[in-house]
T-cell receptor, first 115, second 116 residues
């Protein structure tokens, strides 16, 4: 049973336009959400996060929106650049015990930004 | 600040052989994770350590997989014997531990294992 779902395996966007990557989750215990970016042959790198007490977090060209009632979050990239082409993973965090947190990942969305 | 170091980068073995992966986390990071990423999937947690104690190993196939974190720093993950379905990238990650506060995990480059 997938607790974190990224239903779009791929997305193509023109350079300069907005990229919107979506993520849904089912576990109401998740209270912290993260986006990771992954280039081929590299490990995932942290991009941006949001706590469940917020509905928006912005960092430069990247904004994450959280809709708790819908159990949905999205990552907006504006403007999109060719260097943003990568696989983006949505991850959700819950307390795994003793104050320690555990990440559950979605399957990823491959973003291609076309020059 | 040095990142998470993993070795080897690539490994090819025959089924039923054994293999071991090594990870050195970021200095000062108390929490260490091993993830398995099968092609086309997201990373799946195998085991999580807090210092040298195991927090969660519920998804570790214990009949063939084992992991240890001696002295709460470096960690090794072993597979014995390997099966074809173990072909994947094995990612090590580490994070700071702040009680009751989630923090982002930093990943190594991973070890790509191919079992033939």
């Amino acid at each position: 049973d997938q607790q974190v779902k990224q239903n779009s395996p791929s997305l193509s966007v023109q350079e300069g336009r907005i990229s919107i990557l979506n993520c849904d989750y089912t576990n109401s215990m998740f209270d912290y959400f993260l986006w990771y970016k992954k280039y081929p042959a590299e490990g995932p790198t942290f991009l941006i996060s949001i706590s469940s007490i917020k509905d928006k977090n912005e960092d430069g060209r990247f904004t994450v929106f959280l809709n708790k009632s819908a159990k949905h979050l999205s990552l907006h990239i504006v403007p999109s650049q060719p260097g943003d082409s990568a696989v983006y993973f949505c991850a959700a965090s819950a307390d795994s015990g003793a104050g320690s947190y555990q990440l559950t990942f979605g399957k990823g969305t491959k973003l291609s930004v076309i020059p | 600040e040095a990142g998470v170091a993993q070795s080897p980068r690539y490994k090819i073995i025959e089924k039923r052989q054994s293999v071991a992966f090594w990870c050195n986390p970021i200095s000062g990071h108390a929490t260490l994770y091993w993830y398995q990423q099968i092609l086309g999937q997201g990373p799946k947690l195998l085991i999580q350590f807090q210092n040298n104690g195991v927090v969660d190993d519920s998804q570790l196939p214990k009949d063939r997989f084992s992991a240890e974190r001696l002295k709460g720093v470096d960690s090794t993950l072993k597979i014995q014997p390997a099966k074809l379905e173990d072909s994947a990238v094995y990612l090590c990650a580490s994070s700071k531990w702040q009680r009751d506060l989630p923090t982002e995990a930093f990943f190594g480059q991973g070890t790509r294992l191919t079992v033939v």
